[in-house]
């Protein structure tokens, strides 16, 4: 059994605990070699056979900057955006309890953090449009796999991207994993150049976390292991 001064001790588990997706970076950069080792790290993630699936881009100055002003030219145009789809299901077609209650409360309690009311669509828009800055992070990470690559692979990359953020907790870094660039992967893959043969998977913001930003002040809750886990003897 751990106890409290075992858990206190341990900075894996003070990583993993203290991880939140952060949804307002301070501009203080992120040196490469920093970057580098945390994706080397975070490559030690297990893989089916070790195919090792995954693919990375890292953007940082003008090609962050390039990229955030070409999405968000295309979402701010209600015309352009219908056009563009996400290529695969993220998220479930059809929204059953309790998956819809879980997402309508975090969206809002981060809603009423930011004073946005239900019926104030224009502040909505802005809020989910500051995915396309990364949330001014100095760093966007953008994800692709090979889509001759099966649903075991695409396991094998949720553990790589866990990688990832723990990897930065570990160092005092944040991130926000970020599935809201996966409607607009034909811009994404225009402007990286993505070979046809590679799907996005999604994108994540890396930086130091604003301390004063109301927003970074949302944590999630978690249901109790009575609710989802069942011990047999």
């Known amino acids: 059994m751990t ?47 070790n195919i090792q699936p995954w693919k990375t881009y890292v953007l ?7 990229l955030s ?34 997402r309508r409360k975090i969206g809002w309690d981060l809603y009423g953090l930011l004073g946005i009311t239900r019926d104030d669509k224009q502040k909505m828009h802005h809020q989910h449009g500051r995915n396309y800055c990364f949330f001014d992070a100095p760093v966007g990470l953008m994800f692709t796999i090979d889509r001759v690559l099966e649903q075991g692979s695409w396991l094998d990359y949720g553990m790589f991207l ?21 409607p607009f992967h034909f811009v994404i893959s225009e402007y990286l150049n993505i070979p046809e043969t590679q799907s996005v998977v999604c994108g994540m913001s890396l930086g130091y976390a604003d301390p004063n930003a109301v927003e970074n002040s949302l944590t999630t809750e978690r249901e109790p292991l009575d609710h989802w886990v069942t011990f047999l003897n």
Not at 16 to 24: D, K, L, M, N
Request: charged fraction near 25%.
């Open 3 to 49: 106890t409290d001064q075992e858990k206190t001790n341990n900075p894996v588990e003070e990583a993993i605990s203290s991880r939140r997706s952060i949804r307002a970076f301070l501009p203080t950069p992120v040196p490469q070699q920093t970057i580098e080792n945390i994706l080397d790290t975070a490559a030690r993630a297990p893989s089916g056979t």
């Open 60 to 66: 940082t100055g003008d090609s962050l900057a390039g």
């Open 69 to 102: 002003r070409a999405i968000l030219k295309v979402y701010n145009d209600p015309e352009s955006a219908k056009d563009h789809t996400e290529e695969y299901a993220y998220y479930p077609r059809e929204w059953v309890s309790p998956y819809i209650e879980r």
């Open 162 to 182: 866990q990688n990832i953020m723990i990897a930065a907790r570990g160092i005092g870094l944040d991130t926000c994993p970020q599935a809201a660039f996966t």
